[in-house]
């Protein structure tokens, strides 16, 4: 097996906790999960919010009540690789039953050039293991991938990198007995290889859940998909599970809760949420994480509304 600087770091790490690195496309994964896993409806949050207890608690006590029962939350600020986590917010948010994800970015913008210098590495290890350390049952990767357009290595190659890169996580979470997720473009829902390095079955070898960004204004130039975010959204979440099919992976989209590009679709912005979640909700999928970078989810809230949407079952936390 290749020895990257990437390999080398995990396994120092693997060390202390006792682990043996399994070998490159192995199926990784820890033990599939229970048939009756609860279906979440998530909402993303932000470093700059997921440390502040007020904005939390604001955002539970008008989620909850809609069925939000899940948190997916950055554990470092942005573009800084640094763990900043509340304690204080982590307790109150455990006291109200909410599965909380731990969103890392490892390489925001994407990697152009290899080897990965060590000191960063060396701090983004340092980000996943500190959120182990606050026990999330599941960690999120986010930005796995390399730059578009230019970058001058072979898919295999780097296929190869991310396959030993998220093979160290996978080791280091199985120890300590945590879920791992990705979040992938959403148009790898739509291809088998792409020049990003983000291939749908390479990532499921090792990970629990897929995370697919189905933004429906990003497919820039389909007016088709554009105008139907329900349906756009519906179409990808099925290929991605299609895809996966016989396996323990869950899919749970990100859907849209901001403005961008939503003119197409001729609705305002409540509607636009309300058509994603419907046509999510028809799905098998494991359920949805809305995104708003702003962290302003009154168009969740708004769209749950309008559905009367019941109580989502309350979940157990580790």
């Not at 048939?35 to 909850?64: A, D, H, Q, T, W």
């Not at 983004?124 to 500190?130: A, K, S």
């Not at 898919?155 to 007995?177: C, E, P, V, W």
Request: hydrophobic share 40%.
């Amino acid at each position: 097996m290749r020895k990257t600087a990437i390999v080398l770091a995990a396994v120092c790490l693997i060390a202390l906790c006792g682990a043996i690195a399994a070998c490159r496309g192995a199926d990784t994964r820890a033990k599939p999960a229970a048939s009756n896993e609860p279906r979440y409806r998530g909402l993303y949050i932000s470093n700059k919010y997921s440390v502040n207890l007020p904005f939390m608690k604001r955002l539970v006590e008008r989620g909850k009540p809609l069925g939000v029962n899940m948190l997916v939350i950055d554990v470092h600020p942005y573009k800084i690789l640094r763990p900043r986590i509340n304690k204080e917010v982590i307790d109150y948010l455990k006291s109200e039953n909410l599965y909380l994800v731990a969103r890392v970015v490892c390489f925001q913008d994407g990697l152009d050039k290899l080897p990965v210098p060590e000191p960063y590495m060396e701090r983004l290890m340092n980000v996943f293991n500190t959120a182990l350390t606050y026990d999330f049952p599941e960690i999120q990767l986010d930005y796995i991938r390399f730059k578009d357009g230019g970058v001058p290595y072979s898919l295999k190659r780097k296929y190869d990198y991310i396959a030993d890169l998220l093979q160290s996580f996978r080791t280091i979470s199985n120890a300590r007995g945590v879920k791992l997720s990705a979040d992938l473009f959403g148009r790898v829902m739509y291809n088998k290889n792409d020049p990003i390095g983000q291939q749908l079955e390479l990532f499921a070898r090792y990970t629990d859940v897929i995370y697919p960004m189905l933004y429906p204004s990003h497919f820039t130039g389909d007016r088709q998909r554009l105008s139907n975010p329900g349906a756009t959204i519906k179409e990808g979440t099925m290929l991605g599970i299609n895809r996966l099919s016989g396996t323990p992976v869950r899919v749970l989209p990100y859907v849209q809760a901001f403005g961008y590009n939503i003119g197409w679709a001729r609705v305002n912005l409540v509607k636009y949420v309300e058509l994603q979640v419907i046509a999510v909700e028809e799905t098998p999928a494991g359920g949805w994480v809305a995104w708003n970078a702003k962290g302003d989810y009154e168009s969740v809230f708004r769209a749950l509304d309008n559905l009367k949407a019941p109580v989502a079952s309350q979940v157990e936390t580790r």
